[in-house]
């Protein structure tokens, strides 16, 4: 496995996956059954949970005298400080994707909807300057993002639905027969992104005489 989500080994075997061609990771579990409360399901987290993966990091601090923040394009492994829940309440309904699955290695299941309730979505944020990492959200269980301690830009990201989907057969005398399927459909799925990260600088000034 050479996706640069970096988490325990074990933790990283159990949660991690890759497209066929190695270019795109998600992270694959089954979402846990029945609800906590009326129409609020198990595999929900509440707005803005957060999960902190380096309680050490702080980002970037305070601008001194004589610096300035600016933006660059980092590239490759980035440290994640923290997820945050920004997408609490999510269903299987997603029609449309950036890239196509054949494309990419994805081997998608059902290209139909199930509607079936999956993980909220989580946001990553940079331990080094604390502003996002991804440009959308990782759709996994708290314990899932606790493990996930760095992430590789340079790998799109893509998301199966994880539900499972009833299908019924008729048999031969005419009765119908139910069982279930792993839905599969591509929710999510976007290509590699440099992360905008902050740093800090000295200002330069140009002193021009008249």
């Not at 196509?100 to 993980?119: K, T, V, Y």
């Not at 139910?178 to 990260?197: A, D, F, I, S």
């Amino acid at each position: 496995m050479t996706v640069s989500v970096r988490a325990s080994g074990a933790e990283k075997a159990f949660y991690i996956e890759t497209s066929d061609d190695d270019r795109m990771w998600t992270v694959v579990q089954e979402p846990p059954i029945g609800e906590t409360e009326p129409g609020i399901h198990v595999c929900w987290y509440k707005l803005d949970t957060r999960c902190l993966v380096a309680p050490s990091a702080s980002g970037l601090r305070a601008l001194g005298e004589g610096e300035h923040y600016y933006r660059y394009d980092r590239t490759g492994e980035v440290p994640v400080g923290e997820w945050r829940v920004t997408e609490p309440y999510v269903y299987c309904i997603s029609m449309k994707t950036e890239l196509a699955g054949d494309a990419c290695g994805i081997r998608e299941g059902s290209p139909d909807i199930c509607l079936q309730p999956f993980f909220s979505g989580w946001t990553a944020y940079c331990a080094d300057c604390g502003d996002s990492i991804l440009r959308g959200n990782v759709y996994m269980s708290y314990e899932a993002a606790k493990s996930l301690s760095v992430l590789d830009v340079d790998k799109g990201y893509y998301y199966l639905c994880p539900s499972m989907r009833p299908v019924w057969e008729e048999t031969e005398s005419g009765s119908q027969v139910t069982h279930y399927v792993r839905c599969g459909h591509l929710n999510r799925c976007w290509g590699p992104r440099p992360h905008k990260c902050k740093e800090i600088s000295y200002n330069r000034y140009r002193v021009v005489y008249d």
